[in-house]
């Protein structure tokens, strides 16, 4: 959704739960034309990192600033919660509704996946986890299949790929930026 003007925190709250009924952008299976993507940032080690990581992810801390998220749940990510990425492009706010879909919480796994839904600039789904590997390293990971929805963003397809590039990157380091001390 493009606006002129950044919405209000009235109409944020009124999009969210009008969007609560509304259907993926896409279909499963998935047909050819999505670009899948996986980044991995490694963010330490230790029980301590896996810890701050998780509460991190929990509370939305790997969203770049220049990307707001607009959200009912003041923390944590579940299933069904709508959330929206707002984020000023070209002097217009884009409002980027998304669903999410599962947590993906193990042993070794602390995250969750959403996926787009009609009002999205991109069609697809993408994955925020933390990952404890075997040798103890603590990695933050960002999965992701893709395509544009919106015609700005299918004309401007370069300049969409080097946002989604740059919120990977952005995102990356407001995770390490988290851990610090």
Excluded at 36 to 46: F, K, N, T, V
């Amino acid at each position: 959704m493009i606006c002129l003007q950044k919405p209000t925190p009235e109409r944020l709250r009124h999009l969210l739960e009008s969007w609560s009924d509304e259907p993926l952008s896409y279909t499963t299976p998935l047909r050819d034309g999505f670009i899948a993507d996986e980044h991995h940032e490694r963010l330490g080690s230790g029980e301590e990192t896996w810890r701050e990581a998780c509460e991190a992810l929990d509370a939305w801390r790997m969203f770049p600033a220049w990307a707001e998220v607009s959200r009912q749940a003041i923390k944590g990510q579940e299933a069904g919660q709508i959330v929206a990425m707002m984020v000023r492009i070209c002097g217009l706010w884009w409002v980027n509704p998304c669903r999410i879909l599962r947590r993906c919480d193990s042993e070794h796994t602390h995250g969750f996946v959403y996926g787009t839904l009609p009002e999205h600039a991109e069609c697809g789904e993408e994955q925020f986890v933390i990952e404890r590997r075997p040798d103890g390293s603590v990695w933050y990971v960002i999965r992701a299949f893709s395509h544009p929805r919106h015609w700005m963003a299918w004309l401007g397809f370069p300049l969409a790929r080097w946002w989604q590039c740059r919120f990977v990157r952005d995102s990356q380091r407001r995770m390490q930026e988290a851990l610090q001390p």
